[in-house]
Antibody, heavy 117, light 112 residues
């Protein structure tokens, strides 16, 4: 079965950096686009970033463009999110999500990122 | 960016009664391939979201048939024919036609 397991969350000071990872199994990772979606505490869902199966381009939400970088390693079935210049408003649970062409079909359990001094 | 507007934002429904959630987009969600990439997700407290409906009306495997999606263009609806206790939580619509993908604010469903 499809499994998506995020890691790397934690507490970081404003202006700091953090790298999230998502280990995947149960599907052909190298053929699937992948996304990050986040959810601030008590708030709704916000799409963050996408990378297609071959890593040929990226898409980002305006709120993270220029600060976050999505990447993937198809040899390790792993998706990453490098987050720089973090702000308090980046505090959220970050979900790794599998693409299903115009949709998101499988979600990880999420990893919490807290940006606070 | 495409703004997704859900209504109502909260809903209190008696067990066995129907429920309906509206989702309107600020632009047409018709993709160049002719599909409307409108999705519905359900999130129970403390859990990750789960997809219920994709491409307006296609139900995911394992989703009860009391859930149905309809609509086209800019106007979409999720209906629950008879609400059950396990249906509580927050429902989100999301468009996957235009970048960046965007979610509605969410509709909280509780049992009356």
């Amino acid at each position: 079965q499809v499994q998506l397991v995020e890691s790397g969350g934690g507490v970081v000071q404003p202006g700091g950096s953090l790298r999230l990872s998502c280990a995947t199994s149960g599907f052909t990772f190298s053929r699937s686009a992948m996304h990050w979606v986040r959810q601030a505490p008590g708030e709704g869902l916000e799409w963050v970033a996408m990378m297609p199966y071959d890593g040929s381009y990226t898409e980002y939400a305006d709120s993270v463009k220029g600060r976050f970088t999505i990447s993937r390693d198809n040899s390790k079935n792993t998706l990453n999110l490098l987050m720089n210049t973090l702000r308090p408003e980046d505090t959220a649970v970050y979900y790794c999500v599998k693409d299903d062409y115009g949709s998101l079909d499988y979600w990880g359990q999420g990893t919490l990122v807290t940006v606070s001094s | 960016d495409v703004v997704m507007t859900q209504s109502p934002l909260s809903l209190s429904v008696a067990l066995g009664q129907p429920a309906s959630i509206s989702c309107r987009s600020s632009q047409s969600l018709v993709h160049s391939d002719g599909n409307d990439y409108l999705n519905w997700f359900h999130q129970r407290p403390g859990q990750s979201p789960r997809r219920l409906i994709y491409k307006v009306s296609s139900r995911d495997s394992g989703v009860p048939d009391r859930f149905s999606g309809s609509g086209s263009g800019t106007d979409f609806t999720l209906k629950i024919s008879r609400v059950e206790a396990e249906d509580v939580g927050v429902y989100y619509c999301m468009q996957g036609t235009h970048w960046p993908w965007t979610f509605g604010q969410g509709t909280k469903v509780e049992i009356k």
